[in-house]
């Protein structure tokens, strides 16, 4: 158990809709970074959050955005919804930005 | 452009038989690899981190080592319970509290008694 939480685990929803997906960091972790992995592309940096503040940009398409809270939790917006937008979503924290990141168990997105 | 190549993409192994799976890397300014181990529908688990040429660790039958150009994760008399997938992950040096890394896309390897 890495101490990273994530909810929903499966998460099955219709092209078009909006869903969020919630982060809870290790405790004492500033940063959280959000990684999607497809079986094609392997896992892709999306964006990264370091206390309260956007701190780096990856591959992340305009219909997604993120926000990390007071708290430091984490949350992963992603609307408009595709087929494609399919693939496991990982949340990861680390105590700053230059040490080891430990990953969450994941949200497995299904879009019908 | 900032780039992980692992090789081989899938490794199978009898029970014992040792092997090597090799990351190799081009990126300005490494400021970190990482190994991590993954099983399906789970999330990666952190194994290493190497920061300069030369470096070692090793966990059990585990052994990363660090050149300059490439790194390898050698297992030795590998067990069934070994199979997962393996990531390799780079960090470069951003400076500030920028961390994101840039992964390859894994070997899986097998393990059959």
């Known amino acids: 158990d890495s101490g990273v939480t994530q909810t929903p685990k499966h998460l099955i929803t219709a092209t078009g809709q909006r869903v969020t997906l919630r982060c809870s960091p290790r405790?004492?972790?500033?940063?959280v970074y959000w990684y999607q992995q497809s079986l094609d592309q392997g896992l892709q940096f999306l964006i990264q959050?370091?206390?309260?503040?956007?701190?780096a940009k990856g591959n992340i398409l305009e219909r997604f955005s993120a926000q990390q809270f007071p708290d430091l939790h984490s949350e992963l917006n992603l609307s408009s919804l595709e087929l494609g937008d399919s693939a496991l979503y990982f949340c990861a924290s680390s105590l700053q930005g230059q040490e080891t990141q430990y990953f969450g168990p994941g949200t497995r997105l299904l879009v019908l | 452009e900032d780039q992980v190549t692992q090789s081989p993409e899938a490794l199978r192994l009898q029970e014992g038989e040792s092997s090597s799976l090799n990351c190799s890397y081009t990126v300005s300014g490494l400021r970190g690899l990482f190994w991590y181990r993954q099983d399906p529908g789970k999330g990666p688990e952190f194994l290493f981190t190497l920061y300069s040429a030369g470096e070692e660790k090793e966990k059990e039958r585990l052994k990363a080592t660090l050149t300059k150009k490439e790194s390898f994760l050698h297992i030795t008399a590998p067990k069934p319970e070994d199979s997962a997938t393996y990531l390799c992950a780079v960090r470069k040096n951003y400076g500030g509290s920028q961390g994101n890394l840039i992964f390859g896309k894994g070997t899986k390897l097998s393990v059959k008694p």
């Open positions: 959050y370091y206390n309260g503040e956007e701190r």
């Open positions: 405790s004492g972790d500033l940063s």
